[in-house]
């Protein structure tokens, strides 16, 4: 049994809202993105295990690889419904159809400026391709999602007409696109009620971002009774993008209260995913998902959320609810409770001198631009403090990396573990891959490296680059180190060897 297949029919403001997914086609549509067939398999996996109701898996006209793609993950056979895009002409409409899709999805521009450059038909053409199309689905098809493109410029009146035929020719949903993304909350709040109140058919919205108001134009259409949101993986689509999923999801279910399935402790995993995959990292500010939006580094913020997190954070949203982390940061805002408690987490206690002592170097270090990490915190101590905190477990020994055009990325190490020589090769995406993979190899407990960030620190080729790293251990606890140099692949190894341990710091 597919999910969320079923619509809504009655004209109130929903309880409930289906997800439709289409990271895998406007968001592919992101200018430079092109996800690999696996990437996109993979992709619709996960999209189908956190709970989206409906994948748009791609436009199958437009290249027999997409269409090979689509079937592909139709054949998948997830819980997910999954869709297809079509223009209102047979030939695509049947592209669909020879992929299987649960649903196709028919578009067909009306507003004036759209119709008039880019199809040329009248608005009596269009609305009779319009119930012709729909006709043609329905003959094959029990799902059929019917949009106007561009229906926000639509003249409203028209628009009334155009969706009165779609319902009348069987549309199962109709969708409101601001195609442009130039409708205001308030303004989509009104075209979406009158929509619900004349036409008897459920509806789906797909905003896009131009003004930044792809979510909020959403969540307003939510308000007037749309019973179905087209929202993409961090926000990825046309030009500034759709309206972002992790958004979208957390606004209705905790400020709005109405469930959306969509399992929210995957959200961050899930945006990460598709970050690796697109190459698009991910703002330190963005909403929901973004490094920064559990993390507090100024000294009344981090005091008042160690007593309190809902002091400085919303609240209705924890971190555990989107599977995100609270993080206190060290920087030049940093407070004494904050580092005191930094310290106190891995067992160190320094006296108030000492503490004085450490902050005024972390300070220094933070006001020079540069991060300070949990590693640079715990060495600071060390000397603050005039003792050895921890011995190294892992110290590494020799490294050789092999990399080209026509070979796969190999590294080898030797390295001492608990004072035991150990070698260790594996391959990777990349010489940085290789290299991590083969020290992964070796560390002796299970450790997942979840952030990577690389930064030049001066220009050139032969530019000094600091590289900061994220690992989890076996208990899920977040441990972040540096490592710097003119080679990226051993400012990256020196990163990891810190880290790891740290992780076994004894
Ligand atoms: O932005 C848009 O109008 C679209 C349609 C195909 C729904 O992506
Ligand atoms: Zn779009």
Redesign the pocket.
């Known amino acids: 049994m597919l999910r969320g297949i079923v619509f809504f029919t009655d004209s109130s403001a929903h309880e409930d809202v289906t997800v439709f997914d289409t990271t895998l086609r ?1 968001g592919e549509q992101t200018p430079g993105i092109a996800f690999t067939f696996e990437q996109k398999l993979e992709i619709a996996r996960q999209l189908s295990d956190i709970g989206v109701h409906i994948i748009e898996a791609g436009f199958p006209a437009s290249s027999t690889a997409e269409k090979e793609t689509v079937t592909a993950i139709k054949k998948l056979g997830l819980e997910s419904g999954i869709c297809g ?1 079509a223009r209102s002409v047979k030939a695509d409409v049947d592209a669909c159809l020879d992929c299987d899709v649960d649903m196709v999805h028919v ?1 067909i521009p009306t507003s004036d400026i759209q119709r008039e450059n880019t199809i040329n038909k009248t608005r009596t053409e269009v609305l009779e391709i319009t119930a012709d199309i729909i006709g043609h689905i329905r003959k094959h098809k029990e799902l059929c999602m019917f ?1 106007a ?2 229906a926000t410029r639509t003249d409203w009146d028209y628009l009334i007409q155009v969706f009165q035929t779609a319902a009348d020719a069987g549309a199962t949903i109709i ?1 409101v ?1 601001d ?1 442009v993304g130039v409708i205001s909350p308030s303004a989509m709040k009104t075209l979406v009620a009158r929509i619900n109140r004349e036409v008897k058919c459920p509806i789906d919205v ?1 905003c ?1 971002n131009d003004f930044g108001l792809a979510v909020a134009n959403t969540i307003a259409a939510v308000e007037a009774g749309a019973s179905q949101v087209q929202v993409t993986v961090n926000g990825l689509g ?1 030009r500034a993008g759709n309206a972002d999923l992790a958004q979208t999801v957390m606004i209705m279910e905790s400020m709005y209260r109405i469930r959306t399935g969509i399992a929210k402790e995957r959200l961050v995993e899930t945006s990460h995913l598709i970050s690796r995959f697109s190459g698009i990292a991910i703002p330190p500010t963005q909403p929901v998902v973004g490094e920064n939006v559990f993390s507090h580094e100024s000294g009344i913020h981090s005091h008042g959320v160690l007593r309190n997190s809902a002091t400085f954070e919303p609240g209705i949203m924890t971190p555990e609810m989107v599977g995100h982390r609270r993080r206190l940061t060290l920087g030049k805002h940093v407070g004494r409770h904050a580092v005191r408690q930094m310290l106190a987490d891995v067992h160190i206690a320094p006296t108030d001198e000492q503490l004085d002592a450490i902050i005024e170097k972390v300070k220094a270090i933070a006001n020079r631009g540069k991060r300070v990490t949990d590693a640079d915190l715990y060495e600071i101590a060390e000397g603050a403090m005039g003792t050895t905190l921890h011995q190294k477990v892992l110290s590494l020994q020799d490294i050789a990396i092999m990399t080209g055009n026509h070979v796969i990325p190999t590294a080898s190490v030797r390295a001492n573990v608990n004072d035991k020589e150990h070698v260790f090769s594996a391959v990777g995406n990349g010489p940085v891959d290789a290299a991590l993979n083969a020290i992964l190899g070796i560390t002796p407990s299970k450790i997942q490296l979840r952030e990577f960030n690389i930064e030049a620190i001066s220009g050139g080729s032969d530019a000094i680059c600091h590289v900061t790293i994220a690992v989890e251990d076996e208990h899920g606890k977040i441990f972040d180190a540096s490592g710097s140099g003119d080679d990226i692949v051993l400012a990256s190894v020196e990163a990891l060897v810190n880290a790891i341990n740290l992780v076994h710091r004894v």
């Open positions: 406007d895009l578009f949009s493109m561009d969708n696109p195609t797909h896009h046309e």
